[in-house]
C-alpha cells in the first residue's frame, strides 16, 4: 500500500468529503488521525470502522475556529504516533446570505473556519514535522474561482486559502514539503442531497452526475502519495468538468 508507515491529520473527517477522505487514506496503508469540532460520537464511530477493517485510527476533538486550536490539534495530532507525514485542511463551511446582511462576528467566524484555520495548522505542520515526503492537502471549493451570489465571504476564504497554498509550496518546498489544493464542485454530502437539488445540478457537470465524495478523496489520496511528488503549488479542480458559465447553462438546456 502506498502509503504505508505514514501518518495523516484531516480535520473536519467525522462525515462527508473528510469522512472519505480518512477511509481512503487508511485503506492505502496511512494511519490516520481523525477530527472533529465538539461531538465524539461519529468520529469515534468512524476510527471503529476504520480500525475494524484492518486499518489504524484515533481522534482529536477541537474547535479550529477558536484562537490558536488550529495549531493545538496539529500538536496532538503529532503526538499519537510521534510523527506527522500528511496534513489535509478539510475543515470548512460558511453562511449564505447578502453581504449586507453579515456582521463582524459572522464575517470573522468564516474566515476563522476557512482561512485562519489552514494558515495555523499548515505552519504547525512545518514546523513539527520531520518527514521526507510532507504533504499538506487543502480541501479548497469551486467557490474561490466561481463564486456565486450570497457566499460572499466563503468564496473570499476559499480563494485566500488557495493562495496561502501557493505561496506556502514556494516557502517549504527546499524541505521536499508539497502544498496543493483540490476544488471540489457540486458534491452530494449530508448536508447537499436534495434529490432535486441533484437532478438540477447534475446537468451543470461534463460528466452529467453530482460528485460523490469518494471523487474527491481519490484526488486528495493522489497528491498524498510519492505519485504527486512534483506537483506543488497547484490547484485542482475536481469538479467533473462542471459549467460556471450561465451561458453554457442555458445552452444545455
Known amino acids: 500500500m502506498r502509503l504505508t508507515d505514514r501518518t495523516a491529520f484531516i480535520t473536519g473527517s467525522s462525515r462527508g468529503i473528510g469522512a472519505a477522505i480518512a477511509r481512503r487514506l487508511a485503506a492505502d496503508g496511512a494511519a490516520v488521525v ?3 469540532s465538539r461531538s465524539a ?3 469515534e464511530q468512524l476510527a471503529e470502522e476504520i480500525r475494524a477493517n484492518g486499518g489504524k ?4 476533538l477541537g474547535d479550529v475556529t477558536e484562537g490558536e486550536t488550529s495549531a493545538q490539534l496539529v500538536r496532538d495530532a503529532f503526538a499519537v504516533h510521534g510523527a506527522l507525514d500528511i496534513l489535509v485542511c478539510n475543515a470548512g463551511g460558511g453562511l449564505l446570505g447578502p453581504l449586507e446582511s453579515l456582521g463582524s462576528e459572522q464575517i470573522d467566524a468564516i474566515l476563522a473556519l476557512n482561512l485562519r484555520s489552514v494558515i495555523l495548522a499548515t ?4 514546523r513539527l514535522t520531520q518527514s521526507a515526503h510532507g504533504r499538506v492537502v487543502l480541501v479548497s471549493s469551486a467557490a474561490a474561482v466561481h463564486p456565486a451570489a450570497g457566499a460572499t465571504i466563503y468564496s ?3 480563494g485566500g486559502a488557495d493562495a496561502f497554498i501557493r505561496s506556502a509550496a514556494q516557502e517549504l518546498g527546499p ?4 502544498l496543493n489544493s483540490v476544488q471540489p464542485g457540486m458534491t452530494v454530502t449530508e448536508m447537499l442531497s436534495d434529490q432535486n437539488w441533484i437532478d438540477t445540478v447534475s446537468g451543470w457537470t461534463a460528466m452529467g452526475r453530482v460528485g460523490e465524495p469518494q471523487d474527491i478523496a481519490d484526488v486528495v489520496a493522489f497528491l498524498a502519495s510519492d505519485e504527486a511528488r512534483w506537483l506543488t503549488g497547484t490547484v485542482i479542480p475536481a469538479s467533473g468538468g462542471q459549467i460556471t458559465s450561465a451561458t453554457n447553462i442555458i445552452a444545455r438546456m
Open 34 to 36: 481523525l477530527h472533529a
Open 41 to 43: 460520537d461519529r468520529v
Open 57 to 60: 485510527a484515533d481522534f482529536v
Open 123 to 126: 505552519a504547525e505542520f512545518a
Open 156 to 158: 473570499a476564504a476559499k
Open 175 to 178: 524541505r521536499g514539503i508539497t
